[in-house]
């Protein structure tokens, strides 16, 4: 079940909203936890068992670090231990050459939609924290179940560090209006992912049917933005449900993107993309090594390999790593061009430009793919364009500019500068009927199927 | 109370009647096994099982279940197919909605299956007779330069040119591309379906008969009834899109020839019971279509008032539906076997050599099916 199923929409979420808001306040996290746990068993009874495991683990290591606060050595081979068996378990799932592992356990494929990735980033995230004296360790089992498996945010989590999320679980407020913003932003994520997250990646796949070494170079572009809209609008649309149906259950977790698509800089981009995903490569793997390296030059490698990293996350392999690797030198790179006055003016086109090239790397299959991907970008194939671009063009054209311009954060910019009270008040006024609008035709376009489950990305 | 709030309340209220409106409905509301529109049986509630619960196939088929029996469900779907007219989508579950008819565009994933060739080959060898083949292309094929062309890598011609080349040599084939491609700014498919509409189906036989050895019935001694026009075949199943025009069905009788003394169906469990060419109780069922022949049955025996001795054994799959209303004027005797509804082998229902003339007539739709053929030899 995912989030984006007619069952999780007009089924479970009803109803454990309601089962929710009737238990009294001292049962309210318990419910929760059952409720998420019926979530994971709706998914396959082995996550359940796997999110149960996995909690543990991370639960009991989380303990000992803290009991063993006077004694370093033994608290940092704990750490250490932890961390080498939460990226174990990542791998698993992430690689291939783990594959005997995932057919012993008969792990079925529902996992992947699931955001195991997130979930070891949050483990090592409240390990690490203890660690360092951030926080204590959570004895109750129960919170520390929530943090990890909370129905919420288990799908394509925001990753927050345990004291956030702490914070929020002893004040959450439900208000009435806090539920509509809650639905609305919900809505607004199935959108997201129903009609640009899925329309996008139609298009890309039909560009992608066409043989390498015949793509015409307009139709290559078209594949590459039709890409970098798809993933964007199926992570973002993701993290907006689960940001939504948190709000329902007093949660406020923060957005994970900020409108990327459109910013000055490549820096820009990526601190304006997975926020809390960023953030934490930056705070668990870039600081550290900062620490322990002060050679400027050094740190540059520090910071590509730290890309690497993040690139590897996202794809686990060497297409990962040539993708994070590229995005790393060019932020090194471009602290010297930047304060360059025209980029002023040209810095967007740009960052768009640079950011669809190197998404090459992040789709394709394999490494050469994405070379030979390139080239017909460049025009290699010496086709310009071909009838499926006039076809491509005639369907998707309007979409795509609609998409491209969601993507933006234009509308918000003009609403927040404006100033003006009649443009708040109307948006004010239209929006529970756009809402519902939006509710209605993306129910429309999954009652055939019954859930949108076209991934572009596993993570 | 500032405007947000209300805003906040107002959507909260919108939002949540719709969700739990929804949920109550889709519960309570009526729970058909069938759907006519999108001729179907529709997913049962799941029994809990701890198997079904480890491979996550519960969650799977909990939903399906409330997809099939959510409220309303086929005035959703076709609304889907509706917003994806206007937005440009244009495909719907393999549906692709040109503005005057339905196409199927997973014509290029299909294989012709090596299996199949091989047992119609095998029993080529077997058979003292002669055999025929002719394999009928679907509306994609005749119409297939109306689809985009990124889904036309595998056209039909080249499917059935495959099929003829790997048939051996004494198995006659019979084209019948060429003139339906001729012929295909009339109205010889339905737009609704992948099938050939029995005028279609005239133009078939007429290049068909003409093969097996007799002269073609000319057009016009036929009486043409006009027996439903909201005729909405497998395509609109798949999609439910309203946007094209229904279809029509047609008889064509005969007054001054031949005419069927008898037609038995013989099922596969050993019964055997009369029944008529065309049904029209179907046209209230969700498979108009089904009007030709009726209900499909392993084996049909029609007899027929011609005196020439003459026996034919059609193999086929429902494009031959309407065709055979067109044979009886010709055969004393014709046996026709679907082998996709055969459960045991043909012999147990004809001995083939009683036959001098074998004809395989299938849409070449059918031929990936690589079970097709699982009866027809052993």
Redesign the interface.
Known sequence: ?TYS???F???F???S??IYWITPLKLKNISLLILSMIFC???????LEFIVIYTLINYLTGILIDRFRSRKLIQSVMLFTGIIADTIIFLMFRTDFLDIFRDRL?I???FFPVGVSFLTLTAISYITDIYRNCIRAEYDIIKFSLYMMMFPAIIMRPVIRYNTFRRMLNDRKIT??????G??IF?KGLTEKVIAGD?MY?LYM?VR??DIWEMSAVNAWLGMIAYILSLYFTLAGMADMGKGIGYCFGFRFPNSFNYPIFSNSIRDFYSNWHIQVIYWFRRYILKPMYEVCGNRIYRKIIFVIAWCCIGMWYRFDINGFVWGGVIGLTLVSEKYIRQLKILKITGIIYTYLVTIIFMVFLSGENIHYSVNYLLAMLGGNGIFAD??TL?LL???L??LLICTYCATGLFRNMVMRSGKNYI??AI??I??VV??LM?V?C???I?????SELYIIRL | MKISEISGKITAFIILTILIAGFIFTLTGKKDDFSLKENRNLATFPEISFSALTDGSYGKQLNQYITDHFFRREKWVSAQADINSYTGGKIINGVYMDSNRLLDTEVSSREISKKNIEAVNKFFGNYIGTAYFTAIPTTSGIYGDKLPEYLMTNPERNQIDFLYDNLTDGIRTIDTYNILRMLSDNYIYYRNDTRLTSYGAYYVYKTVIQKLGFRPSSYDKYTINHITSDFRGNLYNRCLYNGTKSDILDIYSYSVGAEVTSCTAYCNNGMTYRKTLNDEKFLESGDMYRMYLGTEEPFIRIKTSVNNEKKLLLIKDSYADCFIQFLIQHYSEIAVISPEHMEKPLSSFINPDNYEQTLFLFGIESMDNENLFDFINK
Do not use: C, H, Q, W
């Open positions: 079940m199923s007619l069952l929409i007009y089924g979420l009803p109803v909203l309601v068993i709706m998914n396959s009874l082995r996550f008969k079925p494929d529902v009435v209006t806090e539920i509509g913003n639905l609305a809505v329309t139609m039909a049917s066409v009838s499926l076809y005639k369907y998707y309007v979409l708040k008040y004010e006024i929006s529970p809402t519902l509710l035709i129910t429309a376009l009652s055939y199927t019954g859930s």
